[in-house]
């Protein structure tokens, strides 16, 4: 069974008023298979933690360690830490002006696999994953995200993680800017990913409606660079009624 482990992770940054310590010492092992879902305020150092993971070269690590599978991932490039199993589906996905769609997710799994797949299998695997996610297929022939609306782009991204096929997905707010209809098309996706491939998934969100479709094995409370709870689904419902307050110190309200 493939396992991500973090361990005593810091996480540091620079900002306008200097370096700033994001991180402060994280702890969190994902099964293969499992979902565990990150929230917290605004600030609280999430976002960091999924690109940490991904490889941005913002974010300096001084101390602890990510593994997947026993292999130190923080000796990987960003293009290895892909080839090993790990996926990240970002907040804000970026447009990628004279790439198509199709271009881009071919030499993508070519990268990943080591060969290209078969063009009448890929083909027919693309038509089917565009369909499972009501995207048109003229989509495939578009650039990628330009000129998207925000729900087309996080389609996007879920189409990417159905056909690149990772052992571990971090989802960064993959729910923000979406309709109810959206959310639901998405969580589909994302559900399936999982049936097919044992996916292990990082969910990362403010709220809990993006939880009523993709059910959490367990709930992590991020506050302060840190987790400050954990819990199984019922942590969610008490967030959603109590909000972070009670995590939060005085000076920070």
Do not use: C
């Not at 995207?135 to 990628?144: G, I, L, P, T, Y």
């Not at 096929?165 to 589909?188: M, N, Q």
């Amino acid at each position: 069974m493939s396992v991500l482990e973090i361990k005593n992770l810091h996480v540091n940054v620079q900002t306008d008023q200097g370096v700033r310590e994001i991180l402060r010492g994280v702890d969190l092992v994902i099964n293969e298979g499992e979902i565990h879902a990150v929230m917290g305020p605004n600030g609280s150092g999430k976002s960091t933690l999924a690109y940490t993971i991904a490889g941005h070269p913002k974010y300096k690590v001084i101390e602890g360690e990510i593994l997947l599978d026993g292999e130190n991932v923080l000796d990987m490039t960003v293009d290895e830490r892909a080839r090993a199993g790990l996926f990240l589906a970002m907040q804000y996905p970026v447009e990628i002006p004279g790439v198509t769609v199709t271009n881009f997710l071919r030499t993508a799994k070519t990268a990943i696999d080591g060969s290209a797949p078969s063009v009448r299998t890929w083909v027919k695997d693309v038509r089917q994953s565009m369909s499972n996610l009501r995207m048109d297929s003229n989509f495939a022939e578009r650039n990628v995200n330009e000129g998207f609306s925000g729900g087309e782009k996080k389609r996007n991204e879920i189409l990417q993680l159905e056909l690149l096929k990772p052992r571990f997905a971090v989802l960064d707010e993959t729910d923000s800017g979406l309709d109810v209809d959206a959310l639901k098309v998405v969580s589909e996706g994302v559900n399936r990913a999982k049936t097919n491939t044992g996916l292990g998934i990082l969910l990362i969100t403010h709220y809990t409606r993006i939880l009523r479709y993709i059910h959490p094995d367990f709930v992590h409370v991020f506050v302060g660079g840190r987790i400050a709870e954990q819990g199984g689904p019922e942590l969610a419902d008490r967030l959603e009624e109590e909000g972070y307050d009670r995590f939060l110190e005085p000076a920070a309200k």
